[in-house]
């Protein structure tokens, strides 16, 4: 169960630290972010990876834990700039 929480938190972070960026928000919404909503999601985006990296050390202890949060990353940083590209690519397609 750890496992899915650490994936789900760390898919959020990563996809909440993706929209702040201007690129992204222009993909996305078709115009900037209010800078307060911005900063939110950035404060919420490593928040919840500080979170991760607390369950997986927590549940697995430091060695496995650091291990496994590496991975949880890893994985949740591909999904996310997978999506975004398919995203890119269905909106380039219209």
Do not use: N
């Amino acid at each position: 169960m750890s496992h899915l929480a650490i994936l789900l938190l760390c898919v959020f972070g990563f996809a909440a630290l993706a929209v702040v960026m201007e690129r992204h928000q222009e993909d996305l919404f078709g115009r900037p972010m209010v800078p307060a909503t911005a900063r939110s999601l950035r404060v919420a985006g490593w928040a919840a990876l500080l979170l991760a990296l607390a369950v997986a050390v927590r549940a697995q202890g430091w060695a496995l834990g650091l291990v496994s949060y590496s991975g949880h990353t890893s994985l949740s940083a591909a999904l996310v700039f997978g999506l975004l590209i398919v995203q890119a690519r269905r909106k380039g397609r219209r």
